[in-house]
């Protein structure tokens, strides 16, 4: 009779690793699905980067998609848009611009991870999940938030259309120039952006 591969068998009795061997794993997993994509990423090259055993790896994920799903969850990545509330919702949207463009990892290498990760998360709904709760649920609260306080303070109306577009808009922004342009959407860029089409769809001066 064959005998099963590791990906296949049923779950093993996970190892006793330590928090911190746990984060080398984790950092190794993002750092090769930026360098290679999701189709790229092998358990080998993991054990390799790290100076494990595949075994290890195996007794403790079973497979790719739920080591790559431990390794999202487990992101605590600095977040760009904390904290910020200026008193006015052009001054949020303005000072969204400013984080992103000088901290840099909106645009950066989180827009590396979901490049890498698009196309099969599109094929893996556990995966697709970890992706947004990891990289996107907490700026869209986060600038939804924003729209939330612009509308409390008579800044725009609340039965404007464009309202529930505001994130979508800013953080396809964030993370398409890339893709299209091959430069990151900086402070300047992303303030244009603002002014030619988000602000004009809000009623807000620019």
Not at 15 to 24: D, V
Not at 151 to 165: I, Y
Request: net charge negative; charged share 25%; glycine share 8%.
């Amino acid at each position: 009779m064959a005998t099963q591969s590791p990906e296949t068998d049923a779950p093993q009795r996970r190892s006793k690793i330590t928090p911190e061997r746990e984060q080398e794993f984790y950092q190794a997993v993002l750092e090769l699905l930026q360098e290679g994509g999701y189709e790229a990423l092998t358990i080998e090259a993991v054990a390799a980067r790290t100076r494990a055993s595949r075994s290890t790896l195996y007794r403790q994920w079973c497979t790719k998609p739920q080591l790559v799903v431990a390794a999202l969850r487990s992101c605590k990545r600095p977040f760009a848009l904390e904290g910020i509330d200026t008193g006015s919702l052009a001054g949020d949207l303005r000072a969204v611009a400013e984080a992103v463009g000088e901290a840099g990892e909106v645009c950066g290498g989180d827009t590396a991870l979901v490049y890498a990760l698009g196309h099969a998360a599109l094929q893996n709904p556990d995966l697709l999940q970890a992706l947004r709760a990891a990289l996107i649920e907490h700026e869209v609260k986060t600038i939804q938030t924003m729209v939330r306080r612009g509308v409390e303070r008579g800044e725009v109306a609340a039965d404007n259309p464009a309202l529930e577009f505001v994130p979508t808009q800013l953080i396809g922004a964030m993370r398409v120039r890339h893709l299209l342009e091959g430069r990151a959407a900086d402070r300047a860029y992303l303030t244009r952006f603002l002014e030619a089409s988000v602000f004009p769809a809000l009623g807000l001066a620019p």
